[in-house]
């Protein structure tokens, strides 16, 4: 599957997750997402899917943003990544679950988060 299906992909899970969690407002939300990143590349590190590079890319995205809920509300967000939970618009996935549904294997959506990462850090550091 190319970068369109990968990109497609997380997008399907961004949108069609069933469990809800609570935050304060959108900002939470996004800062919860990008904590969860992180906790995420580190999963598919110890999977070899991705590199401590990859994880710094997500900690930069983290980190630019403007506001952040508590540190324990991120810490759990990262916690629950690095147990190959997938945070998405406020609701939580398995990243077996997601590959399941997307027809990838685990590795192709980590792929994905690498690129996305990747890329998004690029633009902090060259805006």
């Known amino acids: 599957m190319g970068r369109a299906g990968v990109t497609c ?8 997750l069933s469990t809800s969690l609570a935050a304060t407002g959108p900002i939470d939300v996004y800062a919860q997402e990008a904590a969860n990143r992180v906790g995420l590349l580190e999963h598919c590190q110890a999977l070899g899917f991705a590199r401590a590079g990859d994880v710094e890319n997500a900690r930069k995205i983290l980190m630019n943003r403007p ?8 810490r759990a967000a990262e916690g629950d990544g ?6 998405a618009a406020g609701q939580y996935m398995s990243l077996e ?8 294997t685990v590795g192709q959506i980590c792929d994905g988060f690498v690129e996305n990462a990747s890329v998004a850090a690029g633009m902090i550091d060259h805006p």
């Open 9 to 16: 992909a997380l997008l399907v899970a961004t949108c069609c």
């Open 67 to 74: 506001a952040m809920p508590p540190d324990a509300i991120l």
């Open 97 to 104: 679950q997601l590959a399941d549904r997307s027809h990838m």
């Open 82 to 87: 690095k147990k190959g939970k997938l945070l």
